[in-house]
């Protein structure tokens, strides 16, 4: 009964070393940390966006379609309707996982099922590099490469300046090595044997792939985009130097735009007063932004359990 119990847990063998004690009370107050932290941050949150919806109706909030919260309730401009900030977080989005996905998820099949050992060694450790580019210098890459680029091609009169396709293209170039390195994990841990019982069947690499490994690896895949997506949806530097700071109801990629994260840095730029409604407004505004970003990890884990395959 003993050996049993020590077998299914190795811990339980060494639980009497003094080190052994010491990291795992480390272990224990690392997970303790992050557990207060995000409840802390969940509290201010709520604390200051309820300030904000104390003097503004969440009716108003939500269907509201300009927003304009500088200056006191009543006063003339003074909208706070949060549509145009997620109308515009959405279409950066959306824009940047139409370029992220294809290229993320090519990338991730080349290296697990067309690269030689080698190249894959070279290769992969370029791409991890390629996550850490400052996000400040893709904005202004964004601004001064994408923006009069498109303009070329679609007219100046089409895209303006700041714009959200340029936004858009760069926040997916910045998610590619997320999602292309998660991908690719996922595919490589997918089992030799299935691989070979396709080959073994006269199956092309490319079915073998598309039939075989793409489905299997389907839980890793979906969890690696979802992840993407939130980064696109928190990405804050790209946008604020791409995309613009005008709040404006439209899908329309070359127009001018403001998401939710670009607001909040124009609101803290502004030095608003500590208490007056801009400054709750950017709680309010975080606490939207952290419901999608809580909505995006459910769904995420919902879908990992809905799809993940065991293998023996």
Request: hydrophobic share 50%; glycine share 12%; proline share 5%.
């Amino acid at each position: 009964m003993s050996r049993g119990t020590a077998r299914a847990n190795p811990l339980a063998r060494s639980s009497g070393r003094p080190g052994e004690k010491v990291v795992l009370g480390l272990l224990f107050a690392c997970g303790a940390l992050s557990i207060v932290t995000t409840v802390a941050i969940v509290a201010v949150l709520l604390v200051e966006g309820s300030a904000f919806f104390g003097s503004i109706s969440l009716v108003e909030f939500v269907t509201d379609t300009r927003w304009q919260p500088f200056g006191e309730p009543g006063s003339a401009g003074f909208r706070v309707g949060i549509a145009p900030l997620v109308a515009g977080t959405l279409l950066v989005t959306g824009i940047g996982l139409v370029v992220a996905v294809p290229l993320g998820l090519g990338t991730a099949m080349y290296l697990s099922e067309y690269a030689r050992p080698r190249a894959r060694a070279i290769l992969k450790p370029i791409l991890e590099v390629l996550a850490g580019v400052p996000t400040v210098v893709l904005g202004f890459f964004a601004l001064t490469f994408v923006t009069p680029l498109l303009q070329d091609i679609f007219g100046a009169r089409t895209i303006d300046i700041y714009n959200a396709g340029s936004a858009g293209i760069v926040v997916g170039l910045m998610i590619v090595p997320t999602i292309a390195s998660l991908s690719e994990d996922a595919m490589s841990a997918v089992p030799r044997e299935l691989r070979e019982a396709a080959y073994g069947v006269g199956a092309t690499t490319r079915q073998v792939v598309a039939r075989v490994v793409f489905p299997a690896a389907l839980s890793g895949i979906v969890a690696a985009v979802i992840l993407g997506m939130g980064r696109a949806i928190g990405e804050t530097m790209i946008v604020s130097i791409a995309a613009g700071n005008l709040p404006t109801l439209t899908v329309m990629p070359g127009a001018q735009v403001q998401t939710m994260t670009a607001y909040i840095v124009q609101a803290v730029g502004g030095e608003s007063a500590r208490g007056s409604l801009t400054y709750q407004s950017i709680f309010a505004v975080g606490l939207v932004l952290f419901a999608m970003t809580l909505a995006l990890n459910v769904v995420a884990q919902r879908v990992v359990r809905r799809f993940t395959q065991e293998y023996g």
